[in-house]
């Protein structure tokens, strides 16, 4: 059974710093693997999309790194702002054409200006 | 441009009270997904449609049903609900595929008195 584990819970950092999230899943046999943006009580925005093949995405000051056979993928932030201040969710797709998403339970995540 | 569609985005319904639940989308896609997120949780599949197929998450509650009358519209249907089914209820669609990337929609909190 697929398993996604997101440390830390919490983080705060001050503004304009370089910053990791990680994401880890116990199954790599995986098809894709998505980080979401969710904002308190609103719903979830993707961020990036890697497929089983890639190695990494990026898009603007983020950067999506994935690591099959270690079960990891990170989401590097450049450059934080407050408005970066949000929960961030990694999401695992084990389950091919249904598209079905695990997700890891987010990392809160707060830029101090 | 709104893609995925959820209304209300506030619910307050009474315990035993049916309730039912909205998300339209106007991205044309053949697979619509409701997932349940408590609070500080990660969200939860419930079920899916891919077209006309309903597939069910084997622990999804009987108390919960769902209806996709046409492409655009799926709806959530809570038979009875419980307190324990007050949460953060999210509509998300996909192409199909498995590949894709999934949109989400604002999500509806529902809370039961």
């Known amino acids: ?113 | 441009d709104a893609m995925v569609i959820q209304n209300p985005r506030y619910q307050v319904t009474q315990f035993g009270k049916p309730v039912t639940l909205s998300c339209s989308q106007t991205l044309n896609h053949n697979v619509m997904y409701w997932y349940q997120q408590k609070s500080s949780q990660a969200p939860k599949l419930l079920f899916h449609y891919y077209d006309k197929d309903f597939n069910n998450e084997a622990d999804t509650p009987d108390n919960f049903q769902s209806r996709r009358p046409n492409t655009s519209f799926c709806f959530l249907d809570i038979r009875s609900p419980g307190l324990g089914d007050a949460a953060m209820y999210l509509c998300a669609t996909s192409r199909g595929g498995g590949q894709e990337t999934q949109y989400f929609g604002p999500g509806t909190r529902l809370l039961v008195l």
């Open chain 1, 1 to 113: 059974k697929q398993e996604v584990t997101q440390i830390p819970a919490a983080l705060s950092v001050p503004e304009g710093e370089n910053l990791v999230l990680n994401c880890s899943f116990t199954d790599s046999a995986i098809y894709n693997l998505q980080w979401f943006r969710q904002d308190p009580g609103k719903g979830l925005t993707s961020l990036l999309l890697i497929q089983s093949s890639q190695r990494e995405q990026t898009s603007g000051r983020l950067n999506a790194s994935l690591d099959k056979s270690s079960g990891r993928s990170t989401l590097y932030i450049a450059a934080s702002q407050p408005g970066d201040s949000a929960t961030y969710l990694c999401a695992v797709n084990s389950s091919g054409n249904t598209g079905k998403l695990i997700f890891g339970q987010g990392t809160t995540l707060q830029v101090k200006p």
